[in-house]
């Protein structure tokens, strides 16, 4: 049997369900695992990322990143409320300046 041309195996890989491709997604992650030692970490857990509701089933947040399953809402907003606090600082100090006063 002749080997299949580049467009075949693409429209094969196109006609793949759904199911089919997340089944091959799954044994390929088993069997690097199976190949490496190293323990796996928060992002590949199913119960993970069952349990996230940051990311999707595939453990990958909106903005198409790894999701690490920890929700940063607070800090970021702590952090923000900090930067905004020293940017206010800052134009205070130029508006002062420009207006010839003591900086």
């Known amino acids: 049997m002749p080997e299949p041309s580049r467009d075949q195996l693409h429209g094969q890989r196109v ?12 044994d390929g ?8 030692d190293e323990p796996p970490t928060a992002h590949h857990d199913p119960h993970a990322i069952a349990e996230c509701p ?13 999701c690490d399953h920890i929700d940063r809402t607070q800090t970021t907003a702590r952090g923000r409320t900090l930067v ?7 134009r205070d100090r130029k508006i ?3 207006r010839g006063g003591a900086a």
């Open 15 to 26: 006609a793949a369900t759904a199911a089919d491709r997340r089944q091959a997604y799954d």
């Open 96 to 98: 002062t300046h420009t």
């Open 54 to 66: 940051l990311c999707n089933a595939d453990g990958y947040t909106p903005a198409n990143r790894i």
């Open 29 to 36: 992650v088993a069997a690097w695992h199976d190949q490496h």
């Open 84 to 90: 905004q606090a020293e940017l206010d600082k800052i």
